[in-house]
């Protein structure tokens, strides 16, 4: 507990941060964006001579004064909500450890956000994308075997990187991935991932080099599929760039990211007959909310759609 009589606004936002990281188990990727929300929203209050009234004395206004200078500066509207629930989280804490005794943020709505439609790849685009990392060297069997997984599997990137030895089962053309909020899922992979990383696997030890310490030269359970030149574990960082030279190398959208191969394996599936729930445990939403996003179909499909089912057609 902090001491009200010494504690500074940044001491209350730390308090935050690490109750967020320690006792919720949020992911570092949300713990970082929400310390960059609080940050932003504290120099705010500093350069309006503010900064003393955290948390105790902040009004609605203040808030909305944020949000006004915040919108002016071009931030998005989704970039804007989540500030909000980094406030909102951050107050509902201090309330609860009676660090605060109101809540500037009751009152103040969330801008409403449009819900796009996720970019995706089509077939014949996957297909070149995939068949065009050929090679014999350990990155090209490295760079084949992850993107057949992102696709195959239609795993998140983090998801990806955070696969052992131990999460394989080839022999039943299975993966195990950890998700959002640790749940673990049992995913089918597909012939042309489990070959491809199986393929891999073959050469995995090589990175090492010689170095008996290295995770590539482990074979133990919790040692990483993927590692980098160094031989140790792949980044997030690190995968995005493999897609992006890929991507050039195929003369594919640079603009792809590891998340459209996800998009389009929800995609394709839906395009060929899977049903929404099925692919909503596929990917791990825990609502059906969020897979159905993917319920758009390609012009090519409607049109066969169409073809069957009206009778003008």
């Known amino acids: 507990m902090i001491a009200r009589e010494v504690a500074t606004p940044e001491s209350y936002a730390e308090a935050f941060l ?4 320690q006792e919720r188990g949020a992911s570092t990727h949300t713990v970082k964006a929400y310390a960059e929300d609080l940050t932003a929203f504290l120099a705010f209050l500093e350069g309006r001579k503010e900064l003393a009234r955290f948390p ?4 609605r206004l203040a808030v909305r004064a944020f ?3 915040q919108t002016k500066n071009g931030l998005a509207k989704r970039s804007l909500a989540r500030r909000l629930s980094a406030l909102r989280s951050c107050y509902k804490f201090l309330l ?5 005794e109101q809540n500037p943020l009751d009152g103040i709505s969330t801008p409403k956000l449009g819900r796009p439609l996720p970019k ?40 990806l990187v955070g ?6 089962d080839l022999e039943r053309g299975l993966v195990r991935v950890r ?3 640790k749940k673990e899922r049992l995913l089918p992979i597909g012939g042309c991932a489990t070959r491809a990383v199986a393929g891999w696997m073959l050469r995995r030890s090589e990175v090492a ?3 008996a310490n290295a995770p590539a030269a482990r074979t133990d359970g919790l040692a990483p599929l993927f590692v980098n030149k160094l031989g140790t574990r792949l980044d997030v960082r690190s995968v995005r760039r493999v897609l992006a030279k890929r991507l050039c190398e195929a003369g594919l959208p640079p603009d792809a990211t590891p998340h459209t191969l996800r998009h389009s394996y929800a995609t394709h599936l839906l395009d060929r007959g899977a049903d929404l729930r099925s692919v909503q445990e596929l990917l791990g939403h825990a609502s059906l909310s969020t897979t159905q996003v993917y319920t758009h179909l390609t012009p090519s499909r409607l049109k066969e759609i169409y073809a069957q089912a009206h009778p003008k057609a």
Do not use: I, M, P, T
């Open 179 to 181: 998700g959002k909020g």
């Open 18 to 21: 690490a109750h967020l990281s």
């Open 163 to 168: 696969v052992n030895l131990e999460d394989l």
């Open 209 to 211: 080099a010689g170095r």
């Open 67 to 69: 949000l006004a200078e």
């Open 96 to 100: 609860k450890r009676k660090l605060a």
């Open 120 to 159: 995706f790849l089509n077939e014949a685009e996957v297909r070149s994308l995939l068949e065009s990392v050929k090679g014999a060297h350990w990155r090209d069997l490295r760079d084949r075997a992850l993107l057949e997984l992102l696709y195959g599997a239609g795993v998140r990137v983090s998801e």
């Open 56 to 59: 105790h004395a902040l009004d």
